[in-house]
């Protein structure tokens, strides 16, 4: 059986652009370690976000972001180490809440666990953001290792209605590469 000429080069055309697709969302997701400036932790964020530090003599961040495109759907990335002792049971879930709702965020999700060797607090809060005049979408995980002084505070804010699953895998993946240093 042969296959017409306009079929084949149409089917030719559809694998290339497919292949460069491909390349480019995987050149995208590149992710690079980045170590804050005093040194208290390391996290892999992609290479193409632009990264701001800030360190005080009691705590240490980094922000980070898409610069590229446009506010609404962009991740911002906030990671602090801080120096104070936090201790993750519920009245940190019911300070998270009251919290949230000074800037117009209801708590979606709350949830204790671990993450790699760290204690866990999660909380997943949305709701309209009256300084930016959009829907805000909020991650935030407070990590605390048992032998090291400091916890770790990070926040993935999303603008926009809607979260996608990528956004949501790349939050997740950014969270479990976060390793605290003694």
Known sequence: MRIPSFK??????????????????????????????????????????????????????????????????????????????????????????SLNATVGLKTQMQKSGKIGDYRTSFNFSSGYDSTEEMQRNQYLYILKGDSIKGHILMTATIFGDSISTEQSELVAEIVKTIKMNK
């Open 8 to 97: 084949l080069s149409f089917l030719i055309i559809f694998i290339l652009l497919l292949s460069c697709m491909t390349e480019n969302k995987e050149s995208e997701l590149k992710m690079g370690n980045i170590v804050d400036l005093n040194g208290k932790f390391q996290v892999k964020l992609p290479d193409n976000w632009k990264k701001e530090f800030n360190t005080t003599e009691f705590s240490s961040g980094i922000i980070s972001s898409d610069t590229t495109g446009e506010l609404k759907n962009t991740i911002i990335v906030n990671i602090n180490w801080n120096q104070d002792t936090v201790y993750i049971n519920p009245n940190l879930e019911q300070t998270l809440d």
